[in-house]
């Protein structure tokens, strides 16, 4: 029987597979072995995208971004900085966890 081959369909999968390989070789292998890995990979990303659209709706609540019209270089900026916030969190509690 051969372990399968992990599916790099998004980033999320990526930093997860890369931080699984670095800090816990073992439970990497092992999920490799039970050809579980993609499975583990895909939910990791779906959980990781549902709660990057939750955070930014609550983001966007508490911090609502300039008018896209008028403004559009500062909502780019407002955009992009609530998406770095929700990242980080997403980072800590589920793809370093």
């Keep these: 029987l051969k372990a399968e081959e992990p599916i790099f369909n998004s980033r999320y999968a990526r ?4 931080y699984l390989k670095t800090n816990y070789p073992a439970h ?4 490799k072995a039970k050809n579980k890995l993609n ?3 895909k ?7 549902q709660k990057i659209e939750i955070l930014m ?9 300039p008018d896209k019209e008028t403004h559009q270089m500062e909502w780019v900026q407002h955009m992009d900085n609530l998406k770095e ?3 980080e969190i997403i980072l800590a509690e ?3 966890n």
């Design 85 to 87: 916030q929700a990242e």
């Design 57 to 65: 709706e609550e983001l966007l609540k508490k911090q609502p971004a």
């Design 28 to 31: 990497l292998l092992a999920l």
């Design 39 to 41: 499975k583990h990979l």
């Design 15 to 18: 930093m997860r597979y890369n």
């Design 43 to 49: 939910t990791v990303n779906q959980e990781a995208m």
């Design 94 to 96: 589920i793809i370093y």
